[in-house]
C-alpha cells in the first residue's frame, strides 16, 4: 500500500514514517494550518471585543441590571468571556476582560465594572 502526502497526495518514499512527499509540501501543510488557528484566534477576540463593548456601554461605571434580551439584541455573545469565577455566596461569575456579570434565573443578567 502506497503513503501518500498529506499536502499534495504524491506517493510518498522512504522511511515508513514520513507524511510529506517534500520540505516544500510540509512547510505547506503546516503553513496552512497555522493559517486556519489564526483566523479561529482573530474571530474569538473580535467577539470579545464586541461583548466588552456592550458592557461598557450599559454600565457606564458600577452596577447594572439588564435584562438578558437586552444584551442579545445588541450582539451580546453569551457563549465567549475570558474567565469564569465563583463568588462567596456560590454564583457562576463570568467575566469579560474587566467586567463581571451574572445571570439570574428570571433573565436578568447583573454587570459590575471590577474597580482597579
Keep these: 500500500m ?6 499534495c497526495d504524491r506517493v510518498v518514499f522512504g522511511r515508513v514514517d514520513k507524511i510529506f512527499c517534500s520540505d516544500e509540501c510540509r512547510n505547506a501543510y503546516n503553513n496552512a494550518r497555522e493559517r486556519e488557528r489564526k483566523h479561529e ?13 456592550i458592557l461598557k456601554e450599559l454600565t457606564a461605571g458600577g452596577y447594572k441590571r439588564v435584562a438578558q434580551e437586552t444584551l442579545s ?3 451580546f455573545d453569551f457563549r465567549y ?3 469564569v469565577k465563583f463568588s462567596k455566596g456560590g454564583k ?3 467575566q469579560c476582560y474587566n467586567y463581571s456579570y451574572v445571570n439570574s434565573s428570571k433573565g ?3 454587570i459590575r465594572e471590577k474597580n482597579n
Excluded at 502506497?2 to 499536502?7: P, V
Excluded at 467577539?47 to 466588552?52: A, D, R, T
Design 92 to 94: 457562576i461569575l463570568m
Design 81 to 83: 468571556v475570558t474567565s
Design 41 to 53: 484566534t482573530i474571530e474569538i477576540d473580535r467577539i470579545l471585543k464586541k461583548n466588552l463593548r
Design 2 to 7: 502506497d503513503r501518500k502526502c498529506r499536502e
Design 73 to 75: 439584541s445588541m450582539g
Design 108 to 110: 436578568i443578567v447583573y
